[in-house]
């Protein structure tokens, strides 16, 4: 982490955090964490070989979070 140490010396930089503070937010993966990185990598993919849309790459992977269980209804709001 010292790129985030040396932002803090950078006047062109705006650091709203302490270094810290910024080293503590991170957490450990989840355990679907793999199952949503292959479906970004699968929607990314279809973007970049420019075989969809971007709104049918984007809908149709937030759709593939539900089958796969990596998301479910409770995330939706009240249920």
Request: hydrophobic share 55%; no cysteine; glycine share 8%.
């Amino acid at each position: 982490m010292r790129a985030v140490d040396a932002l803090v010396e950078d006047r062109d930089v705006l650091v709203v955090n302490s270094p810290d503070l910024v080293r503590r937010q991170s957490v450990p993966l989840g355990a679907k964490a793999g199952t949503a990185i292959a479906i970004l990598s699968v929607m990314v993919g279809l973007l970049a070989a420019d075989l969809v849309p971007p709104a049918v790459a984007g809908l149709g992977a937030a759709t593939a979070m539900v089958p796969f269980r990596v998301i479910s209804s409770r995330h939706f709001g009240d249920n």
